[in-house]
């Protein structure tokens, strides 16, 4: 999911490089979303495992 997010970011700058000013704010949002689900689902784990008594896997 990460990734995807670091996808649409580049997509943004590039097309933010050649003018493409609603492609490039609409692959920035859309990065930005995917970002926070990421966020809260990474949150969500890590309680998850600290409530269940897990140590995380490293």
């Known amino acids: 999911m990460l990734g995807w997010t670091l996808m649409f970011l580049v ?3 590039i097309a933010g ?3 493409f000013t609603g492609i490039a704010g ?3 949002g859309i990065a930005k979303i995917i970002f ?3 966020i809260v689902l990474l949150v969500i784990s890590l309680v998850a495992n600290a409530i269940r008594g897990k140590a995380p896997r490293g």
């Open 17 to 19: 490089l050649f003018g």
């Open 26 to 28: 609409a692959a920035a």
């Open 11 to 13: 997509i943004a700058v």
């Open 36 to 38: 926070f689900i990421f």
